[in-house]
């Protein structure tokens, strides 16, 4: 079973910036596609970023070029550097590994 646990939400101000983990359980991150979601007070869950096992990148339209998703192998651990942050970024963030694993969740808000 596939245990993903995330970390670094927190509170920023707009035009902040946060780095979000997700560890991993064993040696999956280098194998599987893995990515991020964010799941906003009353709207459903929707894509954010994943990273594939070759290296490529995926972004929604509302996050490029302020957001970038990496992995450390090493570390068994995924990241999402957030950068240029706005209000509606405001989130419960989770990561996706796979045969549909999911993170326990981390809430990040952007208010000023």
């Known amino acids: 079973q596939v245990q993903l646990v995330e970390s670094g939400g927190g509170l920023v101000q707009p035009g902040g910036s946060l780095r979000l983990s997700c560890a991993a359980s064993?040696?999956?991150?280098?194998?599987?596609?893995m990515g991020w979601y964010r799941q906003a007070p009353g709207k459903q869950r929707e894509f954010v970023a994943l990273?594939?096992?070759?290296?490529?990148?995926h972004y929604a339209d509302s996050v490029k070029g302020r957001f970038t998703i990496s992995r450390d192998n090493a570390k068994n651990t995924v990241y999402l550097q957030m950068n240029s942050l706005k209000e509606e970024d405001t989130a419960v963030y989770y990561c996706n590994g796979p045969r549909d694993s999911w993170g326990q969740g981390t809430q990040v808000t952007v208010s000023s």
């Open positions: 990273i594939i096992s070759n290296g490529i990148t």
């Open positions: 064993g040696s999956i991150v280098s194998i599987y596609t």
